[in-house]
């Protein structure tokens, strides 16, 4: 082995000198290697340490030349001789331990101090001889001064370049608090006054001053904290992420900003790169500069490289998450909760979001989860305030009819509203004179839309409110506005001119008939005039032509759908909501307050208009004030958890260690409220444990022998009991029977078995509300205190020797309460004739003390005695209603458990324990172990995987992948399983389709129009024009989905294999194949009636699944089908589907 001479500092009493490592020799070696491309020169510290029998080159005689060499050095004293700047350097190394206490002054060993560094590599053989006492290094962990162990994954790459004045920190996990408090709050309306004392040199600077939020932010990124900003829209969030990426840039690691969709990251790539310039983008389809120190990707890429171990993870200083909101989105908000599961424990999260009510509760989750402190910073007011209007104009007549409904201080003005309905009024009753009594329909045709909207564009251009947002939702309704306004131009000539060379510059990079669409010359000629359309349905590149253009001021009104809601900061004057109801996909409601908030928010621009103003058009009627109260004014929606399982989540948990399926599970925010008081569970359960081990044993011999049993009885003859009433208590006859005048048995923690006659029958938001006459003691018994509250789990021993009910032991006296459904144990067939409301009255009455003397009034006197008799007539209880014969319940569980209840009531009086003196004293000894172990089992199961909700599915799932043989029997991910972690969606499908060769045959552009079914959203019918082969296709396909789907309902899943096979859209099989065939987009549109948008969107997603496709292939050992994926791709990857995007040019 070659001799290795390096500069080093050497444990065996050698100075820094260049030399050959010596057995036991810890050396500091400079390592020049660039890491990551940048070029750092990075100290690295090596145990260049080996045994002479380990090493067959090594004896022990070469040594002796270096040992007289070594014997002349003099001995060094590591306190005092290192050096932590080298000469002629600026900076240098801090190495004061953070954690452990100052040792005494003296001569420290550095092999001694960094030895739980273990730098011998982790070799597990080295590993063991360290471990041993006569080992090289087994004596030096005892005698180090300092006792506190070195994390393993420490290096001297964490030690902090120091300052000549200042020294500043570098980025740790933060100590867990003494306390369990994850989440703080931070007063955002407090100032920060000493804020640039506290950072003399910010790592970013802006050309205005921060909010007080912004810089309470500011301070905790210096801090190394994670955050969770919930602001209004447009208030500045993003100038905490550009700090967050200025200070990952200035300590040299990197900042990944997610967001929930590709066109959000295409522009804030832009936004980042002009104002930081070491900026990547990584989405579905485009990798620009990965090796950047900021990169902007969408959360799946996140997540897949959480799963893949990706290197970027390693140096990673902060995540951002933007747009946190957007995790209450059922289909993709799961991703949202697995990256925050799986992110590591040393990186730092910054939240931004819209305002939500519990962002307290989500940043709670996250803190319990990643065992550090969430800083919550919340803004109380918008920076631009909003006025809110009613508009009922439909003419240049009536275009004054403006009403203001909420001012910018948050008042709601009534005035207002009244004022909309007369003026809305009024003008019917005209019509009605002129046309007759019909009244107008609510949303009116394409004229009437017209007229509306031309009348409300002349108000605002006269009060100078452009440009204006019009939210509109529908696709088809944001086409027709913008094309009804073809009298309206609202560009003046320079205006023009700098629209069209800007199309002209953005349409280049077009092919010749593509530059023609339909689209884009219609699209173009709105934009010459101001006018612009923003959805789904608008091809990517015109979608990108109308932000810029809007960003510069030059639509003056755009027609846009609730996603441009969400995107970068593009504020307008004004806002407009077309209608206040939207369809969600299910049906049609109207908008959520978090809906409403979020599209107004738009409204107002900072810097530039004093207030904003949002308009609601009033077409029809006015809507109801309750209604607009509500969406105006009522609270967001809540962050709820999305969280479900997926095929790929499970297997790619069950490939790796780290983290099992059930810790996913265990960590979700759908299991945060059940798992946040585990520690107290924990602890409950340790007192539990230690009270049972000091109790006494029952003495259970002679005639208690029997004892456990009659226990066990009567606890199950309780819970028998209280689900046949509960059943009672459901169903409709049993609550018509708890009508005025009924005599009850109430049985709850004030009154035990106590009669009661119902005196009126009430309904809460929640259950019907029973106000009851009920027999007490006078005064009030303490009897039942004494043997404490009777729950369904105690029951009493007097309940199973024989039922009782309650008598007086004295003067009888009466009270009235209110009884939830549970308070009542039985249902007598008595029904008393009462006056329920003299008799509230006058016991309402009694309770003053003005009249507590009173006697009562002859009807309530009446009634307690009838009820006294009845109890002195019936010690054991009256007779009750039967649920099977008298409330007719036909229930199985109701009928099982009657028979079940006299079976248990025989078993019961035949127990001989009952007849032993010793019986209630041990009873009771044995009823409070029974209790707690009890209790202790509850706390168990609450601390088990048992309790997961999600767990039966897990189970099912799992048994799904093992039946088609992705996992064996004992979980390990077989080969089909791991193709499946291949797919980002339909992996089941995709998978069998592989394996069963269904796709080998095909040729690549059948494959790929074949595959459009699984991407494709927008419904239609593959049609009768296909060729012979692309038919058998589908039907191949969805037999292996009916077959997927068969298995699924096999192993428990409620899906059904109609829903299943459902998911299938095959609509634009015949757009796929031709386009693959090499077909000009501009004639695609007679094909289909699929909107651009949604055709291009399709025609990207099918070539990611058909990457996808190609890497599985190669995986398996399928050339051939992988080379047919790889041309499938590249037949789709052209023209404008895949233009590139303007943000990356």
């Not at 023609?516 to 005039?529: A, G, I, K, T």
């Not at 004295?810 to 144990?825: E, F, M, N, R, S």
């Not at 409301?837 to 005695?865: H, N």
């Amino acid at each position: 082995m070659a001799s290795l001479l390096v500069p080093q500092i050497c444990s065996k009493k050698q100075n820094s000198c260049f030399c050959h490592p010596q057995p036991g020799c810890l050396c500091m070696v400079w390592s020049t290697q660039p890491e990551n491309g940048r070029g750092r020169r990075i100290p690295g510290l090596f145990w260049l340490s080996w045994e002479p029998q380990s090493h067959p080159t090594y004896r022990p005689k070469d040594t002796q030349p270096q040992a007289r060499y070594w014997e002349a050095e003099e001995e060094i004293d590591f306190e005092k001789d290192l050096l932590t700047i080298p000469p002629g350097f600026k900076k240098g190394m801090d190495f004061a331990p953070k954690d452990c206490p100052t040792p005494a002054p003296g001569l420290l060993s550095l092999s001694c101090l960094l030895e739980p560094l273990d730098l011998g590599g982790g070799d597990e053989d080295e590993n063991e001889a360290v471990g041993q006492p006569g080992g090289p290094r087994g004596d030096a962990v005892s005698a180090s001064p300092c006792s506190a162990p070195l994390a393993r994954a420490s290096s001297l790459e964490d030690l902090v370049l120091k300052e000549a004045s200042t020294a500043v920190s570098t980025p740790e996990a933060p100590e867990p608090p003494s306390q369990e408090q994850w989440a703080i709050p931070v007063d955002a309306t407090s100032p920060v006054g000493d804020f640039y004392r506290l950072i003399p040199q910010p790592a970013f600077q802006w050309a205005f001053e921060p909010d007080v939020f912004q810089k309470q932010a500011i301070l905790h990124l210096e801090r190394h904290d994670s955050v969770f900003v919930a602001a209004h829209t447009s208030a500045g969030k993003t100038v905490v992420a550009e700090y967050a990426i200025a200070l990952a840039q200035k300590h040299m690691t990197r900042t990944i900003y997610t967001s929930p969709i590709k066109a959000l990251s295409n522009q804030k790539f832009r936004d980042f790169r002009n104002t930081f310039g070491d900026v990547g983008l990584l989405t579905g389809d485009v990798q620009l500069h990965p090796e950047a120190s900021c990169l902007i990707m969408t959360t799946e890429i996140l997540r897949s490289m959480l799963y893949s171990g990706s290197d970027v993870i390693r140096d990673l200083e902060w995540v951002i998450f933007d747009e946190v909101h957007y995790i209450n989105d059922a289909e993709r908000g799961v991703v949202w909760e697995e990256v925050l599961i799986m992110l590591p424990d040393h990186v730092s999260i910054i939240l931004l979001s819209a305002t939500v009510p519990n962002a307290l509760e989500f940043a709670d989750w996250i803190g319990r989860l990643k065992r550090r402190q969430i800083y919550v910073i919340s803004t109380v007011t918008r920076p631009v305030p909003l006025e809110h209007y009613l508009f009922t104009g439909n003419s240049s007549k009536t275009q004054g009819e403006l009403f203001l409904l909420l001012d910018s201080r948050g008042a709601f003005h009534t005035k207002g509203y009244y004022a909309a309905v007369e003026a809305k009024k009024e003008r019917m009753s005209k019509h009605a004179q002129t046309f007759g009594a019909k009244q107008p329909t609510h949303q009116g045709g394409p004229a009437q839309d017209r007229g509306v909207y031309l009348s409300l564009l002349a108000s605002l251009r006269t009060r100078a409110q452009l440009p204006v947002v019009v939210f509109t939702f529908s696709r088809g309704r944001c086409d027709e506005q913008a094309s009804g306004l073809t009298s309206l131009d609202l560009t003046t000539s320079s205006e023009k001119s700098e629209i069209h060379l800007f199309l002209q510059r953005c349409l280049a990079r077009l092919r010749g008939s593509d530059r023609q669409l339909p689209q884009v010359l219609h699209m173009s000629e709105l934009l010459n005039r101001g006018l612009g359309v923003h959805h789904s349905g608008i091809l990517p590149i015109l979608k990108e032509i109308v932000e810029m253009l809007f960003s510069r001021g030059l639509v003056k009104v755009l027609f846009a759908t609730e996603t441009f809601a969400m995107g970068v900061n593009m504020p307008a004057r004004t806002v407009v909501f077309d209608s206040m109801r939207k369809h969600d996909g299910s049906t049609f409601r109207d908008l959520l307050p978090g809906e409403y908030v979020q599209m107004a928010g738009r409204a107002g621009r900072r810097g530039l208009d004093p207030t904003g103003t949002v308009i609601l058009l009033c077409k029809g009627r006015v809507p109801e004030m309750a209604d607009l109260h509500r969406m105006m004014m009522g609270k967001p929606s809540q962050l709820q958890s999305q969280f479900r399982l997926t095929y790929t989540m499970i297997l790619n948990l069950l490939r790796v260690d780290a983290l099992r399926v059930e810790d996913m599970m265990k960590r979700s925010f759908s299991e945060f409220p059940s798992r946040k008081d585990s520690k107290a569970h924990e602890q409950a359960l340790a007192e539990l444990t230690k009270k049972l081990g000091a109790l006494e044993e029952p003495d259970m011999t002679g005639q208690l022998v029997d004892l456990p049993e009659y226990y066990s009885w009567g606890e199950e003859l309780t819970e028998t009991q209280h689900m046949i009433q509960r059943r009672i208590m459901e169903s409709v006859n049993g609550l018509k029977s708890l009508s005025a005048g009924r005599v009850v048995v109430v049985k709850n923690q004030e009154h035990h078995n106590a009669l009661g006659v119902i005196l009126q029958v009430s309904s809460n938001s929640t259950s019907r509300v029973f106000t009851t006459l009920v027999l007490c003691d006078k005064p009030l018994s303490q009897d039942a205190q004494d043997r404490g509250p009777a729950t369904a789990e105690v029951p009493y021993p007097d309940d199973l020797v024989g039922f009782k009910l309650f008598l007086p032991e004295g003067p009888c006296d009466h009270t009235v309460v209110k009884l939830q459904p549970g308070d009542i144990a039985a249902i007598t067939t008595k029904v008393l004739r009462v006056n329920g409301e003299k008799i509230l009255e006058d016991f309402s009455k009694r309770q003053q003390p003005k009249f507590k003397k009173d006697p009562p009034l002859a009807a309530v006197t009446t009634a307690v005695q009838e009820l006294l008799r009845l109890a002195q007539a019936h010690p054991a209880g009256p007779p009750t209603l039967d649920p099977v014969n008298d409330l007719q319940l036909k229930d199985m569980s109701v009928v099982e458990g009657g028979l079940r209840a006299r079976k248990l009531e025989e078993l019961i009086q035949g127990a001989q324990c009952v007849h032993s003196p010793r019986f209630p004293a041990q009873y009771l000894k044995l009823q409070e172990r029974m209790q707690i172990q009890k209790e202790m089992e509850r706390l168990r199961f609450l601390l088990s995987d048992q309790s997961l909700l999600l767990l039966p599915e897990y189970h099912q799932r799992v048994e799904v992948l093992r039946t088609l043989g992705y996992v064996d029997e004992a979980g390990t991910v077989k080969l089909a399983g791991r193709v499946a972690c291949a797919m980002s969606s339909h992996e089941l499908l995709l998978t069998e389709l592989m394996f069963d060769n269904a796709l080998s045959t095909l040729r690549p552009e059948e494959i790929a129009a074949l595959l459009s079914g699984l991407v494709c959203q927008s419904p239609g019918d593959a049609g009768d024009q296909l060729p012979n082969t692309l038919k058998q296709g589908i039907e191949c396909v969805r037999a292996v989905a009916k077959r997927i789907g068969e298995v699924q309902v096999a192993c428990g899943l409620n899906q059904t294999v109609e829903e299943f096979v459902g998911e299938l859209n095959f609509g634009l099989v015949e757009v796929v194949y031709e386009w693959a065939r090499g077909m000009p987009f501009s004639e695609l549109a007679g094909l289909s009636g699929t909107p651009e948008g949604l055709v291009v969107r399709c025609i990207q997603r099918l070539a990611e699944m058909c990457r996808s496709l190609r890497g599985a292939a190669r995986l398996v050992g399928e050339p051939v089908l992988g080379a047919k994926m790889e041309t499938a791709a590249t037949l789709l990857r052209r023209d404008i589907v895949f233009a590139a995007s303007l943000y990356t040019q």
